[in-house]
């Protein structure tokens, strides 16, 4: 397989489904808001931003550390796209099922699946009735289904067990699909880290019974040395030629063993064959090249592009866009952040501070994250490594100007006995034209590793304790280490 992402940064738990000869990508999002990002391509390499399903509020209200919404699924039946996710803040309402004519939008305000109780959900149609399928929590069978009324959430029938995986840890991530006579039921097993696989198994109906591929694992990296490892979590389609393709999840890791991954689970792409009845991957089927990303954001516009996330709250609960962009104050239960993925594994990200004292944020999570901020009138870099808060090296007095501040992610040695993380964290200022080096920090301590969860780095900008206004934002990533998708932030 390629080891450049076609989708790359924080984009795990993909879905697919092609409609005519385009085909539509959705991931999961967590704690971030607006949610789902989905993704056009008329090629399966080059993909396009093109919105975001969970767009407001009324389908989101707000996320939590550790929750928000996980594994979404998008399938386009009778006319409509339907995305179903499950919002883990809201997860004993059921799954989330919304809905739109076209994929761009708008979609349509949630309804619930109440008594289908677990994450990953899958919407599948045979004939009239569309089937729902999911990973259940603690239950005999980790995947659970049943009939449903798409347009209303209400189950038709009561939950049945459909079927108990392989014997691998965490059976998730079911998807069915209908070919030749058969139904296909494809699943993550393993768990998402080093063991993660994807199995799948058939049956002559969609109900079941399940037989396993006897072949075992139809993808997996575990136990190897590919640079792209925890590979899971995938989703089949049907090319526009009639052969297939599927999109799963990896992480890139580096660094001393057991290796570090910081820019989350990112997606990627490999063929498909069908042989005696079951589907083989080929990994080298596509070749994904690499592609530079560069973008200097003034924030012209009155409307945010659908890259910059927040997590917790909604941007617009405290940032203003045009001619800048604007952040209202921390309110007392603390600081907001504005922010985009990091896609490349080296890069550079500046911040022109015009006033204020808001600070840059590289963010892993609320304990995992570094900054460079405005104390006593000085700029000072700090860590946030769990309850620890260490100031990196000097401060710099502001200065009567506007500032720039500036991170960058410096490569290192790929090798497991390099004894370095995956990176270099540099962050520095430039006041009056002078540019001070403020610290650095192995960056294995903003990493998946280091901090667990299911999330990637973003890079941005955190409200302080006054307004402030930021001129532009700037974001180079290096060209040999990119995947291929398209950035809708604004381009130099």
């Not at 022109?352 to 994250?369: C, F, K, M, Q």
């Not at 540099?426 to 610290?439: A, K, P, Q, Y």
């Amino acid at each position: 397989m390629s080891t450049n992402p076609i989708v790359p940064g924080f984009h795990p738990d993909p879905s697919i489904c092609r409609v005519g000869d385009e085909y539509f990508l959705v991931n999961s999002t967590f704690e971030y808001l607006p949610g789902v990002p989905i993704r056009r391509s008329s090629d399966l390499i080059s993909w396009k931003l093109i919105g975001n399903v969970l767009d407001r509020p009324s389908q989101l209200p707000a996320t939590t550390t550790g929750g928000g919404i996980f594994a979404p699924t998008i399938r386009h039946h009778g006319g409509r796209f339907w995305m179903i996710t499950t919002d883990m803040d809201r997860v004993r309402e059921g799954h989330l099922i919304v809905w739109s004519e076209t994929a761009d939008g708008p979609w349509s305000d949630p309804v619930f699946t109440a008594g289908a109780i677990g994450i990953d959900p899958d919407l599948a149609w045979d004939g009239d009735d569309c089937y729902l399928t999911w990973a259940s929590f603690g239950a005999e069978f980790p995947i659970s289904q049943a009939r449903i009324d798409p347009e209303t959430g209400r189950l038709l029938e009561q939950p049945r067990g459909l079927w108990t995986g392989t014997g691998l840890a965490a059976t998730e991530g079911p998807h069915l699909y209908p070919r030749d006579g058969w139904w296909y039921l494809l699943v993550a097993e393993g768990g998402t880290e080093r063991g993660h696989v994807v199995s799948i198994a058939r049956s002559r109906s969609i109900e079941g019974p399940f037989e396993a591929n006897p072949a075992g694992p139809i993808l997996s990296h575990r136990s190897s040395t590919h640079p792209v490892q925890n590979t899971g979590h995938g989703d089949l389609v049907e090319l526009t030629d009639g052969s297939w393709a599927m999109v799963h999840l990896g992480v890139r890791t580096r660094g001393v063993t057991p290796g570090f991954h910081v820019n989350g689970r990112e997606t990627f792409v490999a063929g498909v064959d069908w042989i005696d009845g079951w589907p083989v991957v080929v990994e080298e089927r596509f070749e994904v090249p690499s592609t530079a990303a560069g973008w200097d954001e003034a924030f012209e516009s009155a409307e945010m592009a659908p890259d910059w996330i927040a997590a917790g709250r909604w941007p617009t609960e405290f940032a203003e866009v045009g001619g800048g962009l604007r952040l209202t104050a921390s309110p007392a239960d603390g600081p907001r952040m504005l922010g985009f993925r990091a896609m490349h594994e080296t890069w550079r990200f500046e911040v022109e501070l015009a006033s204020g004292d808001a600070a840059l944020i590289v963010r892993l999570d609320d304990d995992h994250a570094v900054r460079i901020r405005l104390v006593d009138d000085a700029f000072l870099a700090e860590a946030t490594i769990g309850t620890m808060h260490p100031v990196l090296g000097e401060r710099v007095p502001r200065g009567a100007g506007s500032a720039l501040l500036r991170a960058s992610a410096l490569g290192g040695d790929r090798s497991m006995f390099s004894k370095q993380g995956p990176d270099l964290l540099r962050l520095s200022v430039v006041v009056d034209g002078t540019e001070t080096e403020l610290g650095m920090i192995d960056g294995r301590y903003v990493s998946t590793e280091v901090a667990g969860g299911f999330t990637g780095r973003i890079l941005g900008v955190e409200t302080g304790d006054s307004p402030s206004a930021i001129a532009r934002i700037r974001y180079e990533g290096d060209a040999s280490e990119a995947g291929s998708d398209t950035p809708a932030i604004s381009e130099s």
